[in-house]
């Protein structure tokens, strides 16, 4: 791998070992599969046969009018601490992928398709927080047995992001 691949490999690739340098986790058989995933692309699958399974969130990228003061809310109001890169190392835990219909009012505006889902140890003490900063908190929460209480605030793009304590 290096100086022989094309432009866009080469991007992935430089921009995967800044990743796991980072994240402090440079990983012998992760560099194999994306030597291998590199190898075989646009032929549909990888070398050995089996279907690749993506194996965590990556990451989650938010356009903004003004990304610093966007990073700044949220590291500020909500306690997101990530370094000058964007790499943040949550607390392990279950994270739910669920599709909704087209339709949906729960995201909130039409225009936004997805919606952040964040944990949290105390649901109460942090919308008292995003109150207290002046954030849009929503004045209901939900509780759903066996998982949780849920709470919702908008970020100063208009997003609307999840608030979840686990049950």
């Known amino acids: 791998m290096g100086g022989g691949l094309p432009a866009a490999e080469r991007t992935l690739t430089n921009r995967y070992n800044r990743h796991v340098a980072f994240a402090g986790r440079r990983a012998l058989t992760d560099r194999l599969l994306l030597e ?3 190898s075989s692309r646009g032929r549909g699958v990888v070398r050995s046969g089996r279907v690749e399974r993506v194996v965590g969130i990556g990451g989650y990228f938010l356009r903004a ?4 003061a966007l990073g700044a809310w949220y590291r500020d109001c909500l306690g997101l ?5 964007g790499l943040w190392n949550p607390e392990p835990g279950p994270t ?15 225009e936004q398709q997805t919606m952040l889902n964040f944990r949290v140890r105390d649901l109460d003490a942090m919308l008292a927080q995003l109150r207290s900063q002046g954030a849009d908190v929503a004045d209901e929460t939900q509780e759903m047995e066996g998982v ?3 709470g919702w605030v908008v970020d100063p ?3 609307r992001i999840e608030l979840l304590q686990p049950g």
């Open 81 to 85: 601490d990530a370094d000058e890169h």
């Open 65 to 68: 009018a003004d990304p610093a």
């Open 36 to 38: 291998e995933i590199l």
């Open 148 to 150: 949780g209480r849920f």
């Open 96 to 110: 739910v992928f669920a599709t909704f219909e087209s339709g949906t009012g729960y995201f909130g505006p039409n």
């Open 157 to 159: 793009e208009g997003n």
